[in-house]
């Protein structure tokens, strides 16, 4: 089944211990991006990738690290979580980067930093 | 820089009605993408409907169809026939040509009254 896959799907943490939020598609899609969701903000742009060994960062890129060094792969670090951190995360992928390519979105993932 | 802005945080209706939700951007581009993402309590992204700017004919699927006015920058999405299992938050979203993101809206949340 063609699909973005995350993990965890649910973490509490504490400020300062480091994490990573993986994410890997099956799709051989070229582009992938990370959001975050967050109440009455809709969803936003932390980091994105076009290929492998390219990224480049979204709008609300500070306290998140993130590396693509295979095609499929597209971890989220954040090397000192804060509670504003909190929030919930969307790894997404589509064939290109033309606007015309659908995203696929995985499930999601939970963050609580306290 | 492109906004999405969905004025109506909440929204309900009767089950087996119709129910318009609302949505308007702002970019300068005349070339662009505009989608409708339904969130369910499973907080999976689901890709709804999808209108490029260059067609004049409204984008329909099903029981879902929008109303693109490219002039007024509005974009709303109709559900007829409303079902349970439409309650969801909708958000409204922009891309343009090359760019490397989605542009979401604030999200809209519907319930369905049986």
């Known amino acids: 089944e063609a699909q973005v896959t995350q993990n965890p799907r649910y973490l509490i943490t504490v400020t300062g211990k480091k994490l990573t939020v993986t994410c890997s598609q099956n799709?051989?899609?070229?582009?992938m991006s990370w959001y975050r969701q967050d109440p009455g903000l809709g969803l936003r742009q932390i980091y994105y990738?076009?290929?492998?060994?390219?990224?480049d960062k979204g709008d609300v890129p500070e306290g998140y690290k993130v590396s693509r060094k295979e095609k499929r792969n597209f971890p989220l670090i954040l090397e000192s979580p804060s509670p504003n951190q909190t929030s919930l995360y969307f790894c997404?992928?589509?064939?290109?980067?033309?606007?015309?390519?659908?995203?696929?979105f995985g499930a999601g993932s939970r963050l609580t930093v306290l | 820089a492109q906004t999405v802005t969905q004025s109506q945080p909440e929204m309900s209706v009767q089950e087996a009605e119709t129910v318009t939700l609302s949505c308007t951007y702002d970019?300068?581009?005349?070339?662009?993408?505009l989608f409708w993402y339904k969130q369910p309590p499973s907080r999976q992204m689901i890709l709804v409907i999808r209108?490029?700017?260059?067609?004049?004919q409204n984008a329909t699927e099903n029981r879902f169809s929008v109303n693109f006015q490219k002039a007024a920058k509005s974009f709303s999405l109709k559900i007829s026939d409303s079902q349970l299992g439409d309650a969801a938050m909708y958000f409204c979203?922009?891309?343009?040509?090359?760019?490397?993101?989605?542009?979401f809206g604030q999200g809209t949340r519907l319930t369905i009254n049986p």
């Open positions: 979203a922009y891309r343009s040509p090359a760019a490397q993101k989605l542009v």
């Open positions: 970019t300068s581009e005349s070339d662009y993408y």
């Open positions: 799709m051989n899609h070229e582009y």
């Open positions: 990738s076009m290929n492998v060994e390219v990224t």
């Open positions: 209108q490029e700017a260059y067609k004049q």
């Open positions: 997404a992928s589509s064939p290109g980067v033309s606007g015309a390519n659908v995203l696929t």
